[in-house]
Each structure stands twice: as structure tokens, then as C-alpha cells.
């Protein structure tokens, strides 16, 4: 995130006009909700997606609609999350993913029902940390922090994680990460993905 100051004089238009849509994901297999809604303020959205998603009973994302010359045609600037059926390929697309996961997850939580995705699986976070063996996160849950053994993973794995982590503790708290520290993280997080398949995805939080 970033915050640049401007000169609040450099618009050249202003509309109150907002064409607000909302997606709904409802589960595997499930079609997507989309709905428009206009002549709305922003806290009137918001109060819109607690009803269509059954106060995050469903996982959900809000963009502003955007008419563009005929050459672009209709388009959509994300306000909150991203289309849920993309595969993230970018630190950005990532976070708004996990935006989307967390509200949703969180909620479960607080129901008191299990930690789980639509789909059944659970979210393993993946970032190192001072005082852990193993970089591996479960958000909302009993098991924050993980153990190896709370994973369906091998022990090869789990000692190379443990491994990759004790390379980032073992340096000054200012210093930069080891040459290659990022690319070994990608591929111990396919090769936990892998490991994983049908269980949990992982989602990469260590940056690189």
C-alpha cells in the first residue's frame, strides 16, 4: 500500500453515479451471483452484501463498474477482492484473494463451525517467522501456529521448511535474505501444494 499526496485540484470530472457489482460465490459448483446495484451510497452496498451473502456465509467481491470508449468497452475496477475462479499470479491478486478467504473463514470461525473453504479444504498460510520451526500458518483456528505433524506432508518436506525458515532467522532483523532464499520458497510451496492437493491450499506470503 501506498499514499501519495496530490494536488486535490487535478480532477477533470466528478459523478455520483456509481455502478457498484457484487459476485456471490455460493460453493463448488454453484453459478456466481452477480448483482448491479446503482443509485447507492457505500455503506448502502455494504449493507447489501451482508444480505446476499448471508452476512459472509458465502465468499464475496465488490467492483466498481466502468464504462470505457467503445474501443474497451465495459470493465470493472476491484474495490474489494477479485474474480474468486482466477488463479492469483501476482502479490496483489493474492492478497485480494486472501481478503475474500479471511471475511470468510473468520466468520465461520465465530459460527463456530469448521475452518474450511466452499470446497472443504482448509488455508495454510506460508511466511517465516521468528521463534518457529516451521513457516506454516492456519488462521482462526486452535492450530496457530502449525506443527509439521498437524499436516498430512512428508518428513522430507517438513525438514526443508523447517530448514528454509531457519535461513531467514539465521540473519541480522535488517539484513536482506539469502541469494535464491525466494526462489527455494516457490518451489517448497508447489511442492507443499502438491502434498497437500485436496486437503489445503496454501497460500505464499513471503514476498520475492
Known amino acids: 500500500m501506498r499514499g501519495i499526496e496530490?494536488?486535490?485540484?487535478?480532477?477533470?470530472?466528478?459523478?455520483?453515479?456509481?455502478?457498484?457489482?457484487?459476485?456471490v460465490y455460493s460453493g463448488v459448483g454453484s453459478p456466481v451471483?452477480?448483482?448491479?446495484?446503482?443509485?447507492?451510497?457505500l455503506p448502502e452496498v455494504l449493507d447489501s452484501i451482508r444480505a446476499?451473502?448471508?452476512n459472509?456465509?458465502?465468499?464475496?467481491s465488490l467492483a466498481l463498474v466502468v464504462d470505457e470508449p467503445v474501443a474497451q468497452g465495459r470493465g470493472l475496477i476491484w474495490l474489494s477482492g477479485m474474480d474468486y475462479h482466477d488463479a492469483p499470479s501476482s502479490p496483489v491478486e493474492w492478497r485480494m484473494r486472501a481478503?475474500?478467504?479471511?471475511?470468510?473463514?473468520?466468520?465461520?470461525?465465530?459460527?463456530?463451525?469448521?475452518?474450511?473453504?466452499?470446497?472443504?479444504r482448509r488455508v495454510i498460510r506460508m511466511f517465516p517467522e521468528w521463534a518457529v520451526r516451521w513457516p506454516l500458518w492456519e488462521s482462526f483456528t486452535?492450530?496457530?501456529p502449525l506443527d509439521a505433524a498437524d499436516l498430512p506432508i512428508s518428513g522430507a518436506l517438513a525438514a526443508q521448511l523447517a530448514a528454509w525458515n531457519d535461513v531467514w532467522q539465521d540473519r541480522?532483523?535488517?539484513?536482506?535474505?539469502?541469494?535464491?532464499?525466494?526462489?527455494?520458497?516457490?518451489?517448497l510451496y508447489r511442492r507443499l501444494q502438491a502434498e497437500l492437493e485436496g486437503v489445503a491450499e496454501v497460500r505464499p506470503e513471503f514476498g520475492g
Do not use: C
Request: glycine letters at 6%.
Open 99 to 120: 481478503q475474500m478467504q479471511d471475511r470468510y473463514l473468520s466468520a465461520r470461525s465465530l459460527r463456530g463451525e469448521p475452518v474450511v473453504l466452499p470446497d472443504g
Open 33 to 41: 451471483k452477480a448483482v448491479d446495484i446503482v443509485d447507492a451510497s
Open 142 to 144: 486452535d492450530n496457530y
Open 56 to 60: 459472509d456465509r458465502s465468499i464475496w
Open 52 to 54: 446476499l451473502s448471508e
Open 6 to 23: 496530490v494536488d486535490e485540484r487535478d480532477i477533470t470530472w466528478e459523478s455520483n453515479d456509481a455502478r457498484y457489482r457484487v459476485f
Open 172 to 187: 541480522g532483523l535488517d539484513d536482506p535474505v539469502a541469494d535464491g532464499w525466494h526462489d527455494e520458497g516457490w518451489a
